[in-house]
């Protein structure tokens, strides 16, 4: 699997999340400042509340963005077994039931879902729990995070 391309895949993905953000903080904006839209009493919150949502969607265009940019400046390294999975490293973790996971610990924009070849790929964050708890392990060593009252516990299968 080319890390290259999925950081491709990534910035792809956040450039069109920036557009729909964007897309969205313009029309919040323009509903918050029509003129039909002006409270005539204390309780007409229309556009009120268009202005809150306004705020909230260029808040996250402004995260996208910055998001964008920590994946531009982003240089993935090759996998170095004396220094354990680092960010930039692609795993498979297995679980208990012998699933498998393909992970990408990138920089920012966790939860997001590519596909490589028939290989669907999480991409986490050194942030996330299990991103955290992956950070200098190597293959053959284990992975446990706890969830809520449910610990979780996988096997490093490959790292790349």
């Not at 268009?50 to 994946?71: D, F, H, P």
């Not at 004396?82 to 930039?88: E, N, R, V």
């Not at 393909?102 to 879902?113: A, E, I, N, R, T």
Request: with cysteine; glycine share 6%; net charge negative.
């Amino acid at each position: 699997m080319d890390k290259f391309l999925l950081q491709q895949q990534v910035l792809e993905r956040l450039a069109e999340d920036l557009l729909q953000a964007e897309q969205a903080a313009r029309a919040a904006h323009e509903t918050a400042t029509h003129e039909e839209n002006i409270a005539e009493n204390k309780y007409d919150t229309l556009g009120l509340e268009a202005a809150y949502l306004a705020t909230g969607q260029a808040r996250r265009a402004e995260a996208i963005r910055q998001a964008i940019a920590s994946w531009r400046q982003f240089r993935p390294r090759p996998y170095d077994a004396s220094k354990g999975i680092q960010l930039g490293a692609l795993v498979c973790l297995v679980d208990a039931d012998d699933k498998q996971q393909q992970l990408f610990l990138g920089p920012d924009g966790g939860s997001m879902k590519l596909v490589s070849g028939a290989q669907r790929v999480q991409v986490i964050s050194t942030e996330a729990p299990l991103g955290r708890a992956m950070l200098g392990k190597c293959e053959g060593d284990e992975v446990a995070i706890q969830v809520a009252a449910v610990r979780q516990q996988f096997e490093v299968l490959r790292v790349h």
